[in-house]
């Protein structure tokens, strides 16, 4: 008599092509976020403090022209107007002067200018990107840009602070009679000439 042996199941419960290994469902891909987003564009300063250097350094170059205007304008002044006493060294001081006046000038406004445009462009970059996280799904940041001043929240308050600043140097009374002042009248310089004749910038 012949005895059968009976195969145990659980070996067919290994993979196989007629056993495919259970289901087992992928796991779960993370929600990927930028980095605009996860530092933070208004609850860490640090995103602001990347984009406000270049302001600075514009603001402290202004700064630093203005003074240096106002330190060349009083040595021409110093000198006086041409008389019988002028001396040839005299005239090459004040021709000196105005010349370093006259690039104090240029480098105001190409820096107020500058300052205007490079803060307009970092105001719309974070606007932009705040809104564009807001349609993925993280509104957080848009909310505080629209309504966050009312809560006393204002991450654009730097941009605003250095145009304005920026404004107020080169419209300081002391620097617009400077540059205005005809020097022909206060200096041995010959010409009728003032500083803010001198500079064309086309922006």
Same mark, same amino acid.
């Given at each position: 008599?012949?005895? =059968?042996?009976?195969? =145990?199941?659980?070996?067919?419960?290994?993979?196989?092509?007629?056993?495919?290994?259970? #289901?087992?469902?992928?796991?779960?891909?993370?929600?990927?976020?930028?980095?605009?987003?996860?530092?933070?564009?208004?609850? $860490?300063?640090?995103?602001?403090?990347?984009?406000?250097?270049?302001?600075?350094?514009?603001?402290?170059?202004?700064?630093?022209?203005?003074?240096?205007?106002?330190?060349?304008?009083?040595?021409?002044?110093?000198?006086?107007? =041409?008389?019988?006493?002028? *001396?040839? &060294?005299?005239?090459?001081?004040?021709?000196? &002067?105005?010349?370093?006046?006259?690039?104090?000038? &240029?480098?105001?406004?190409?820096? @107020?200018?500058?300052?205007?445009?490079?803060?307009?462009? @970092?105001?719309?970059?974070?606007?932009?990107?705040? #809104?564009?996280?807001?349609?993925?799904?993280? /509104?957080?940041?848009?909310?505080?840009?629209?309504?966050?001043?009312?809560?006393?929240?204002?991450?654009? &308050?730097?941009?605003?602070?250095?145009?304005?600043?920026?404004?107020?140097?080169?419209? $300081? /009374? *002391? *620097?617009?009679?400077?540059?205005?002042?005809?020097?022909? *009248?206060?200096?041995?310089?010959?010409?009728?000439?003032?500083?803010?004749?001198?500079?064309?910038?086309?922006?």
């Amino acid at each position: 008599m012949m005895k =059968l042996d009976l195969e =145990l199941l659980e070996d067919r419960l290994q993979p196989g092509p007629f056993f495919p290994p259970p #289901f087992q469902p992928p796991p779960p891909v993370p929600v990927q976020t930028s980095p605009f987003l996860s530092l933070g564009v208004v609850t $860490n300063p640090a995103i602001i403090a990347q984009l406000t250097p270049p302001l600075v350094a514009m603001l402290s170059d202004m700064q630093s022209a203005s003074i240096d205007l106002n330190t060349q304008f009083n040595t021409m002044a110093a000198l006086g107007p =041409l008389s019988p006493t002028t *001396t040839p &060294a005299m005239q090459a001081t004040a021709q000196v &002067a105005f010349g370093r006046a006259v690039g104090d000038w &240029a480098r105001l406004l190409v820096d @107020d200018h500058a300052i205007n445009i490079v803060a307009v462009a @970092d105001v719309n970059f974070i606007q932009a990107a705040a #809104f564009a996280e807001a349609q993925r799904g993280f /509104p957080i940041d848009a909310i505080i840009l629209s309504f966050g001043s009312s809560f006393g929240l204002n991450p654009l &308050a730097p941009f605003a602070a250095a145009v304005i600043q920026a404004n107020t140097i080169i419209s $300081n /009374p *002391t *620097t617009q009679f400077e540059v205005t002042t005809n020097l022909a *009248t206060i200096t041995p310089l010959v010409a009728q000439v003032r500083i803010i004749d001198e500079v064309f910038v086309t922006f």
